[in-house]
């Protein structure tokens, strides 16, 4: 009968900080939405930086998204954070693909206008390549050019 009080006792503990839990009103963060830049490359289209921006804190932001090359496809999954310093936006973002029989890892810096939120992003990726094991950097410098973002067909399983 102990054995049943304990039992039971501990089930109210339990049941007691679960609805306590899920009725709080608090939340974590809060999505803000997806900014959409061009990527040149020596003033020409490189391709599309996409970004889901949340508000996590008194700003302090989190932002995931992808890169896109300029058919749309899918080429990089990128996770970062972000700060408003000023009139400057500072965003730091670690990504990874595969390109031409090579893993890539990319880390890049960020800083945008906060009026125009236009600016630059600066990086370098790193190469690790499937047959031969060879492993080569690759800095990078692009202007970002704020766009509305182009509707992009994401694959569903089944077709």
């Known amino acids: 009968m102990k054995g049943l009080r304990i039992v039971l006792v501990s089930f109210i503990f339990v049941f007691s900080i679960v609805a306590f839990a899920t009725s709080s009103t608090v939340e974590a963060s809060q999505e803000l939405g997806e900014l959409c830049w061009e990527v040149l490359e020596n003033d020409v289209v490189s391709g599309t930086l996409k970004l889901g921006i949340l508000l996590y804190g008194d700003n302090h932001y989190i932002v995931n998204g992808k890169a896109l090359d300029t058919a749309g496809n899918t080429i990089e999954i990128l996770q970062g954070i972000a700060e408003i310093e000023g009139e400057e936006i500072w965003i730091t973002i670690n990504s990874s693909g595969r390109h031409d029989g090579a893993l890539y890892t990319s880390t890049s810096n960020i800083i945008l206008n906060k009026s125009a939120i236009d600016g630059t992003i600066l990086g370098i990726d790193t190469f690790a390549y499937y047959g031969d094991g060879t492993v080569h950097n690759k800095p990078f410098s692009h202007i970002l050019r704020l ?13």
């Open 147 to 159: 766009i509305t973002c182009p509707f992009i067909r994401e694959a569903r399983p089944g077709g």
